[in-house]
Each structure stands twice: as structure tokens, then as C-alpha cells.
């Protein structure tokens, strides 16, 4: 998978759905996957299937 930013855009228990930066597309995914401490409107890069936060 290529190299993606997203910006968290909910966070519904123990799930967020992030919205691509670059097409709008969502993704569904479990906080557990996030790095810890994400909240709502953070910028993530995803890149050798992991996130990183975006300062």
C-alpha cells in the first residue's frame, strides 16, 4: 500500500474513521492500530503499514 495522509474525523468507542487528505475517501479502523493518545482532527501518515502522527 503507498504512502497516505488522513486526518482523524471521528472517533465512535473503540474505532475512528479517518478521511484520506488527498481523495476524501474514509477508513474504518480500531484505535488499537492508531499510535496512543490520538484524538479527534490529528494528521496521520501511513506509510509500511503503520501510522505515524504528523506534527
Known amino acids: 500500500m503507498e504512502e ?3 486526518l ?3 472517533i465512535e468507542g473503540e ?3 479517518l478521511t484520506d487528505m ?3 475517501e474514509e477508513l474504518f479502523i480500531a484505535l488499537a492500530l492508531l499510535p496512543p493518545g490520538v484524538d ?3 494528521k ?3 506509510e509500511n503499514f ?3 502522527v504528523v506534527d
Open 15 to 17: 474505532y475512528a474513521t
Open 22 to 24: 488527498a481523495s476524501g
Open 8 to 10: 482523524v474525523s471521528r
Open 44 to 46: 496521520l501518515h501511513y
Open 4 to 6: 497516505r495522509d488522513y
Open 40 to 42: 479527534l482532527h490529528v
Open 50 to 52: 503503520s501510522f505515524s
